[in-house]
Protein backbone atom coordinates (compact mmCIF):
# COMPACT_ATOMS: atom_id res chain seq x y z
CA UNK A 1 0.00 0.00 0.00
CA UNK A 2 1.12 3.39 -0.77
CA UNK A 3 1.22 5.15 2.64
CA UNK A 4 2.88 8.41 2.49
CA UNK A 5 2.96 10.95 4.63
CA UNK A 6 1.65 10.66 8.57
CA UNK A 7 -1.14 13.24 8.11
CA UNK A 8 -4.32 12.59 7.01
CA UNK A 9 -3.89 15.77 4.77
CA UNK A 10 -1.31 14.33 3.23
CA UNK A 11 -2.44 11.13 2.83
CA UNK A 12 -5.91 12.34 1.25
CA UNK A 13 -3.86 13.77 -1.21
CA UNK A 14 -0.71 11.49 -2.01
CA UNK A 15 -1.75 7.83 -0.59
CA UNK A 16 -3.12 5.44 -3.20
CA UNK A 17 -1.68 7.48 -5.76
CA UNK A 18 -0.12 5.46 -9.07
CA UNK A 19 3.33 4.86 -8.67
CA UNK A 20 4.63 5.79 -11.22
CA UNK A 21 1.86 7.86 -12.01
CA UNK A 22 -0.09 6.95 -15.72
CA UNK A 23 1.51 8.72 -18.66
CA UNK A 24 2.93 11.32 -16.00
CA UNK A 25 -0.92 12.40 -15.15
CA UNK A 26 -1.02 14.16 -12.16
CA UNK A 27 -4.90 13.46 -11.63
CA UNK A 28 -5.83 9.94 -11.38
CA UNK A 29 -7.04 9.16 -15.29
CA UNK A 30 -10.86 7.79 -15.77
CA UNK A 31 -10.72 3.84 -17.22
CA UNK A 32 -14.10 3.78 -19.11
CA UNK A 33 -13.12 -0.26 -19.78
CA UNK A 34 -15.16 -2.74 -18.90
CA UNK A 35 -13.00 -5.53 -19.21
CA UNK A 36 -8.86 -6.15 -19.23
CA UNK A 37 -6.95 -8.12 -20.87
CA UNK A 38 -5.53 -11.47 -19.07
CA UNK A 39 -2.73 -11.39 -17.50
CA UNK A 40 -2.66 -14.27 -15.55
CA UNK A 41 -4.97 -13.80 -12.79
CA UNK A 42 -5.58 -17.06 -10.27
CA UNK A 43 -8.75 -16.09 -8.89
CA UNK A 44 -12.21 -15.26 -10.18
CA UNK A 45 -12.15 -11.71 -7.62
CA UNK A 46 -8.86 -10.89 -9.25
CA UNK A 47 -10.03 -10.96 -12.85
CA UNK A 48 -9.86 -7.19 -13.95
CA UNK A 49 -13.87 -6.03 -14.51
CA UNK A 50 -15.64 -3.27 -13.40
CA UNK A 51 -18.13 -5.15 -11.26
CA UNK A 52 -15.15 -6.72 -9.72
CA UNK A 53 -13.75 -3.76 -8.08
CA UNK A 54 -10.70 -4.24 -9.49
CA UNK A 55 -9.30 -1.16 -11.87
CA UNK A 56 -7.03 0.97 -11.77
CA UNK A 57 -9.92 3.52 -10.58
CA UNK A 58 -11.41 0.99 -7.74
CA UNK A 59 -7.45 0.50 -6.35
CA UNK A 60 -6.26 4.08 -6.20
CA UNK A 61 -9.48 4.94 -4.22
CA UNK A 62 -9.25 1.56 -2.40
CA UNK A 63 -5.20 2.13 -1.13
CA UNK A 64 -6.45 6.13 -0.42
CA UNK A 65 -9.57 4.97 2.12
CA UNK A 66 -7.35 2.52 3.47
CA UNK A 67 -4.67 5.01 4.15
CA UNK A 68 -7.17 7.46 5.78
CA UNK A 69 -8.58 5.29 8.07
CA UNK A 70 -5.90 3.34 9.21
CA UNK A 71 -7.30 -0.01 8.09
CA UNK A 72 -5.60 -2.56 6.12
CA UNK A 73 -8.10 -2.83 3.16
CA UNK A 74 -11.21 -0.62 1.90
CA UNK A 75 -13.73 -1.36 -0.55
CA UNK A 76 -16.17 1.02 -2.41
CA UNK A 77 -19.32 0.45 -3.37
CA UNK A 78 -22.52 1.72 -5.39
CA UNK A 79 -23.81 3.73 -2.17
CA UNK A 80 -23.93 3.68 1.17
CA UNK A 81 -26.72 1.54 1.51
CA UNK A 82 -24.96 -1.18 -0.80
CA UNK A 83 -21.97 -0.51 1.61
CA UNK A 84 -24.06 -1.25 4.40
CA UNK A 85 -26.32 -4.56 3.24
CA UNK A 86 -23.40 -5.82 1.25
CA UNK A 87 -21.54 -5.45 4.86
CA UNK A 88 -24.76 -7.23 6.77
CA UNK A 89 -24.80 -10.09 4.55
CA UNK A 90 -21.30 -10.65 4.64
CA UNK A 91 -21.82 -11.24 8.42
CA UNK A 92 -24.72 -12.63 9.20
CA UNK A 93 -27.06 -16.01 7.55
CA UNK A 94 -30.08 -17.59 8.53
CA UNK A 95 -30.40 -18.43 12.09
CA UNK A 96 -28.23 -15.27 13.42
CA UNK A 97 -29.26 -12.06 15.29
CA UNK A 98 -28.35 -8.93 15.37
CA UNK A 99 -28.26 -5.96 18.16
CA UNK A 100 -28.67 -2.81 15.93
CA UNK A 101 -28.58 0.78 17.54
CA UNK A 102 -32.22 2.07 18.07
CA UNK A 103 -31.74 5.09 16.28
CA UNK A 104 -30.69 4.31 12.67
CA UNK A 105 -30.39 5.73 9.55
CA UNK A 106 -34.22 5.18 7.72
CA UNK A 107 -33.15 2.89 5.13
CA UNK A 108 -30.80 0.89 6.93
CA UNK A 109 -33.34 0.90 9.86
CA UNK A 110 -35.86 -0.02 7.05
CA UNK A 111 -33.60 -3.30 5.97
CA UNK A 112 -33.09 -4.49 9.03
CA UNK A 113 -36.98 -4.84 10.66
CA UNK A 114 -38.22 -5.59 6.74
CA UNK A 115 -35.44 -7.60 4.33
CA UNK A 116 -33.29 -9.25 7.50
CA UNK A 117 -36.14 -11.40 9.07
CA UNK A 118 -37.05 -12.64 5.46
CA UNK A 119 -33.67 -14.28 5.52
CA UNK A 120 -34.78 -15.53 9.00
CA UNK A 121 -31.59 -13.22 10.33
CA UNK A 122 -33.51 -11.82 13.74
CA UNK A 123 -32.78 -8.24 14.86
CA UNK A 124 -33.16 -6.16 18.50
CA UNK A 125 -32.65 -2.58 18.69
CA UNK A 126 -30.81 -1.27 21.78
CA UNK A 127 -30.27 1.89 23.39
CA UNK A 128 -26.18 3.09 22.65
CA UNK A 129 -26.90 5.55 25.56
CA UNK A 130 -27.57 3.17 27.83
CA UNK A 131 -25.36 0.06 28.37
CA UNK A 132 -27.45 -1.18 30.92
CA UNK A 133 -29.68 -2.10 28.41
CA UNK A 134 -27.20 -4.11 26.03
CA UNK A 135 -26.80 -7.32 27.96
CA UNK A 136 -30.90 -8.29 27.83
CA UNK A 137 -30.65 -7.89 24.05
CA UNK A 138 -27.91 -10.54 23.83
CA UNK A 139 -28.77 -13.62 22.71
CA UNK A 140 -26.73 -17.07 21.96
CA UNK A 141 -27.02 -16.42 18.46
CA UNK A 142 -26.12 -12.84 18.06
CA UNK A 143 -23.34 -12.37 15.74
CA UNK A 144 -23.23 -8.22 14.76
CA UNK A 145 -23.71 -5.57 16.86
CA UNK A 146 -24.24 -2.19 14.82
CA UNK A 147 -24.22 1.70 15.76
CA UNK A 148 -23.90 4.84 14.24
CA UNK A 149 -21.33 7.37 15.34
CA UNK A 150 -23.46 10.84 15.23
CA UNK A 151 -27.36 9.69 15.54
CA UNK A 152 -29.66 11.12 12.81
CA UNK A 153 -31.57 13.42 13.60
CA UNK A 154 -30.61 14.53 17.36
CA UNK A 155 -26.91 14.41 17.22
CA UNK A 156 -26.63 11.88 19.63
CA UNK A 157 -23.05 10.45 20.61
CA UNK A 158 -22.63 6.69 21.94
CA UNK A 159 -19.81 5.41 24.91
CA UNK A 160 -18.25 4.32 21.84
CA UNK A 161 -15.51 2.56 23.42
CA UNK A 162 -17.94 0.72 25.35
CA UNK A 163 -19.55 -0.59 22.62
CA UNK A 164 -16.34 -2.49 21.00
CA UNK A 165 -15.62 -3.82 24.87
CA UNK A 166 -18.96 -5.28 24.45
CA UNK A 167 -18.33 -6.81 20.96
CA UNK A 168 -14.75 -8.22 21.94
CA UNK A 169 -16.42 -9.86 25.35
CA UNK A 170 -19.20 -11.51 23.26
CA UNK A 171 -17.32 -12.05 20.50
CA UNK A 172 -19.22 -10.33 18.16
CA UNK A 173 -18.23 -8.27 14.76
CA UNK A 174 -18.59 -4.37 15.60
CA UNK A 175 -19.72 -2.62 12.56
CA UNK A 176 -20.33 1.44 12.69
CA UNK A 177 -21.51 3.68 10.56
CA UNK A 178 -19.59 6.49 10.26
CA UNK A 179 -20.89 8.86 7.87
CA UNK A 180 -21.83 11.77 10.05
CA UNK A 181 -18.28 12.05 11.39
CA UNK A 182 -16.33 10.52 8.06
CA UNK A 183 -12.87 9.36 8.23
CA UNK A 184 -11.59 12.68 10.16
CA UNK A 185 -13.90 12.92 13.17
CA UNK A 186 -13.91 9.58 14.03
CA UNK A 187 -11.29 6.54 13.35
CA UNK A 188 -13.56 3.35 13.92
CA UNK A 189 -10.75 0.92 12.87
CA UNK A 190 -8.01 2.86 15.24
CA UNK A 191 -10.85 2.83 17.93
CA UNK A 192 -11.18 -1.08 18.28
CA UNK A 193 -14.36 -1.51 15.52
CA UNK A 194 -14.17 -4.68 12.66
CA UNK A 195 -16.14 -2.77 10.20
CA UNK A 196 -16.24 1.04 9.17
CA UNK A 197 -18.93 1.96 7.15
CA UNK A 198 -19.92 5.24 4.89
CA UNK A 199 -21.84 6.87 2.44
CA UNK A 200 -19.62 8.54 1.02
CA UNK A 201 -21.92 10.19 -1.11
CA UNK A 202 -21.51 12.63 1.99
CA UNK A 203 -18.58 14.37 3.24
CA UNK A 204 -15.99 11.64 1.46
CA UNK A 205 -17.51 12.96 -1.68
CA UNK A 206 -18.86 16.41 -0.26
CA UNK A 207 -20.69 18.13 -3.80
CA UNK A 208 -23.55 16.76 -4.05
CA UNK A 209 -23.07 15.08 -7.52
CA UNK A 210 -22.68 10.85 -7.01
CA UNK A 211 -23.92 7.84 -4.69
CA UNK A 212 -21.08 5.81 -3.54
CA UNK A 213 -20.40 3.86 -0.25
CA UNK A 214 -17.00 2.94 1.22
CA UNK A 215 -16.41 0.07 3.60
CA UNK A 216 -12.83 -0.49 5.67
CA UNK A 217 -11.86 -3.17 7.97
CA UNK A 218 -8.95 -5.81 8.43
CA UNK A 219 -7.95 -7.78 4.95
CA UNK A 220 -9.58 -10.78 6.03
CA UNK A 221 -12.72 -8.80 7.11
CA UNK A 222 -12.67 -6.76 3.11
CA UNK A 223 -11.97 -9.88 1.04
CA UNK A 224 -14.85 -11.63 2.78
CA UNK A 225 -17.22 -8.79 2.03
CA UNK A 226 -15.65 -8.39 -1.14
CA UNK A 227 -16.79 -11.78 -2.22
CA UNK A 228 -20.15 -11.20 -1.38
CA UNK A 229 -20.30 -7.62 -3.15
CA UNK A 230 -19.36 -9.30 -6.40
CA UNK A 231 -22.14 -11.43 -6.27
CA UNK A 232 -25.00 -8.69 -5.33
CA UNK A 233 -23.31 -6.80 -7.58
CA UNK A 234 -22.79 -3.49 -5.83
CA UNK A 235 -20.05 -1.87 -8.33
CA UNK A 236 -19.00 2.07 -8.01
CA UNK A 237 -18.57 3.19 -11.99
CA UNK A 238 -15.03 4.58 -12.70
CA UNK A 239 -16.56 7.98 -13.52
CA UNK A 240 -18.33 7.91 -9.78
CA UNK A 241 -14.51 6.90 -8.82
CA UNK A 242 -12.86 9.64 -10.59
CA UNK A 243 -15.66 12.50 -8.80
CA UNK A 244 -15.04 10.90 -5.56
CA UNK A 245 -11.49 10.60 -5.73
CA UNK A 246 -11.20 14.37 -7.10
CA UNK A 247 -13.72 14.86 -4.13
CA UNK A 248 -12.10 13.34 -1.04
CA UNK A 249 -8.79 15.65 -2.08
CA UNK A 250 -10.16 18.71 -0.35
CA UNK A 251 -12.26 16.81 2.40
CA UNK A 252 -9.39 18.09 5.03
CA UNK A 253 -10.51 21.42 4.06
CA UNK A 254 -14.15 21.32 3.64
CA UNK A 255 -14.57 19.39 6.90
CA UNK A 256 -13.19 21.92 9.12
CA UNK A 257 -14.71 25.03 7.54
CA UNK A 258 -17.86 23.03 7.83
CA UNK A 259 -17.40 22.32 11.66
CA UNK A 260 -16.34 26.08 12.42
CA UNK A 261 -19.08 27.05 10.65
CA UNK A 262 -21.68 24.62 12.46
CA UNK A 263 -20.26 25.24 16.02
CA UNK A 264 -20.78 29.25 15.18
CA UNK A 265 -24.31 28.48 13.88
CA UNK A 266 -24.89 26.25 17.11
CA UNK A 267 -24.10 29.32 19.17
CA UNK A 268 -26.76 31.43 17.64
CA UNK A 269 -29.63 28.97 17.01
CA UNK A 270 -28.88 28.41 21.21
CA UNK A 271 -29.02 32.31 22.38
CA UNK A 272 -32.01 33.10 19.80
CA UNK A 273 -34.73 33.78 21.68
CA UNK A 274 -37.15 31.94 19.31
CA UNK A 275 -35.77 28.31 19.15
CA UNK A 276 -36.61 26.49 21.72
CA UNK A 277 -33.97 23.43 21.37
CA UNK A 278 -30.38 22.93 19.61
CA UNK A 279 -29.02 19.36 19.39
CA UNK A 280 -25.37 19.58 18.21
CA UNK A 281 -22.83 17.69 19.93
CA UNK A 282 -20.54 20.52 20.31
CA UNK A 283 -22.73 22.31 22.91
CA UNK A 284 -22.29 22.27 26.30
CA UNK A 285 -25.76 21.74 26.67
CA UNK A 286 -25.48 18.52 24.88
CA UNK A 287 -26.26 15.31 26.91
CA UNK A 288 -23.53 13.79 24.27
CA UNK A 289 -21.22 16.45 24.18
CA UNK A 290 -18.89 14.44 26.84
CA UNK A 291 -18.74 11.81 24.83
CA UNK A 292 -18.05 13.72 21.37
CA UNK A 293 -15.29 15.80 23.15
CA UNK A 294 -13.46 12.47 24.37
CA UNK A 295 -14.05 10.07 20.95
CA UNK A 296 -13.90 12.78 18.46
CA UNK A 297 -11.76 15.33 16.58
CA UNK A 298 -14.58 18.08 15.71
CA UNK A 299 -17.89 18.16 16.67
CA UNK A 300 -19.38 17.72 13.02
CA UNK A 301 -21.45 19.84 10.84
CA UNK A 302 -25.11 18.99 11.52
CA UNK A 303 -27.32 20.33 13.82
CA UNK A 304 -31.14 20.10 14.50
CA UNK A 305 -33.02 22.43 16.28
CA UNK A 306 -37.11 23.64 16.64
CA UNK A 307 -38.56 26.86 16.67
CA UNK A 308 -41.31 28.19 18.62
CA UNK A 309 -44.95 27.35 16.68
CA UNK A 310 -46.11 24.25 14.71
CA UNK A 311 -45.62 22.34 11.47
CA UNK A 312 -46.68 25.85 9.52
CA UNK A 313 -44.36 28.17 10.94
CA UNK A 314 -41.09 25.60 11.09
CA UNK A 315 -42.02 25.07 6.89
CA UNK A 316 -42.49 29.02 6.71
CA UNK A 317 -39.49 29.33 8.41
CA UNK A 318 -37.52 26.73 5.91
CA UNK A 319 -38.98 28.40 2.86
CA UNK A 320 -37.71 31.97 4.07
CA UNK A 321 -34.52 30.77 3.72
CA UNK A 322 -32.36 32.02 1.37
CA UNK A 323 -28.97 30.56 1.30
CA UNK A 324 -29.87 26.79 2.42
CA UNK A 325 -31.38 24.70 -0.26
CA UNK A 326 -34.79 22.58 0.98
CA UNK A 327 -33.45 18.79 0.35
CA UNK A 328 -32.49 15.94 1.83
CA UNK A 329 -28.71 14.13 1.96
CA UNK A 330 -25.85 16.20 3.75
CA UNK A 331 -22.40 17.01 3.80
CA UNK A 332 -21.68 18.72 0.51
CA UNK A 333 -20.38 22.10 -0.15
CA UNK A 334 -23.64 23.64 0.00
CA UNK A 335 -26.24 24.21 3.51
CA UNK A 336 -28.95 22.40 3.19
CA UNK A 337 -32.24 22.46 5.09
CA UNK A 338 -34.67 19.67 5.78
CA UNK A 339 -37.48 18.33 8.27
CA UNK A 340 -36.72 14.72 8.81
CA UNK A 341 -40.74 13.36 8.80
CA UNK A 342 -40.85 14.85 5.68
CA UNK A 343 -37.89 13.28 4.60
CA UNK A 344 -35.60 11.10 6.42
CA UNK A 345 -37.90 9.88 9.00
CA UNK A 346 -41.02 9.86 6.81
CA UNK A 347 -40.98 6.03 6.97
CA UNK A 348 -41.26 5.48 10.91
CA UNK A 349 -44.65 5.49 12.22
CA UNK A 350 -45.66 8.45 14.39
CA UNK A 351 -45.48 6.17 17.48
CA UNK A 352 -41.98 5.23 16.47
CA UNK A 353 -40.84 8.88 16.02
CA UNK A 354 -42.25 9.57 19.55
CA UNK A 355 -40.00 7.22 21.02
CA UNK A 356 -37.18 8.39 19.34
CA UNK A 357 -37.83 11.99 20.09
CA UNK A 358 -38.31 13.29 16.49
CA UNK A 359 -41.08 15.90 16.76
CA UNK A 360 -42.80 17.06 13.81
CA UNK A 361 -41.28 20.47 13.83
CA UNK A 362 -37.95 19.31 14.21
CA UNK A 363 -35.62 20.85 11.57
CA UNK A 364 -32.14 19.24 10.49
CA UNK A 365 -29.94 21.48 8.84
CA UNK A 366 -26.81 20.62 7.30
CA UNK A 367 -23.72 23.27 7.11
CA UNK A 368 -21.93 24.03 4.04
CA UNK A 369 -18.50 25.67 3.53
CA UNK A 370 -20.63 29.25 3.01
CA UNK A 371 -19.47 32.18 5.08
CA UNK A 372 -20.77 31.40 8.43
CA UNK A 373 -21.43 35.47 8.62
CA UNK A 374 -23.57 35.29 5.93
CA UNK A 375 -25.85 31.80 6.85
CA UNK A 376 -26.14 33.65 10.15
CA UNK A 377 -27.58 36.39 8.75
CA UNK A 378 -29.93 34.63 6.51
CA UNK A 379 -31.59 32.28 9.77
CA UNK A 380 -31.96 35.80 11.61
CA UNK A 381 -33.75 37.11 8.49
CA UNK A 382 -35.59 33.93 8.71
CA UNK A 383 -37.03 34.13 11.85
CA UNK A 384 -37.45 37.89 12.11
C1 LIG B 1 -27.04 8.78 3.36
C2 LIG B 1 -26.75 7.80 4.43
C3 LIG B 1 -26.76 6.43 4.17
C4 LIG B 1 -27.13 5.85 2.82
O1 LIG B 1 -26.21 6.23 1.86
P1 LIG B 1 -26.54 6.30 0.27
O2 LIG B 1 -25.25 6.75 -0.30
O3 LIG B 1 -27.67 7.28 0.12
O4 LIG B 1 -26.95 4.93 -0.14
C5 LIG B 1 -26.43 5.58 5.21
N1 LIG B 1 -26.14 6.03 6.43
C6 LIG B 1 -26.14 7.34 6.73
C7 LIG B 1 -25.81 7.78 8.11
C8 LIG B 1 -26.45 8.27 5.74
O5 LIG B 1 -26.46 9.57 6.04
Same mark, same amino acid.
Given at each position: MTDKGSSIDTKLIHAGEPNPRIKGAVSMPIFQSSNFEY?????YDSIRYIRLNNTPNHVALHQKLAAISGAEAALVTSSGMSAITTALLTFLKSGDHIMAHNTLYGGTADYVVHDLPEYGIEFDFF???????WESKLKSNTKVIYVETITNPLMDVAKLDAVVQFAKKHNLVSMIDNTFASPLLFSPIKNGFDISLHSATKYLNGHSDIVAGAIMGSQAHISQVNSKLNHLGGSLDPNACFLLHRGMKTMSLRMERQCENAMEIAHFLENH? *???QVNYPGLKSSKSYENAKEFLCGFGAMISFELEGDVEAADAFIQRL *???????SLGGVETLVTRPVQTSHSLMSTLEREKAGISDTLIRYSVGIESANDLIADLKQALG
Open positions: EGETSDALNSEDP *KIT *KFAINAA
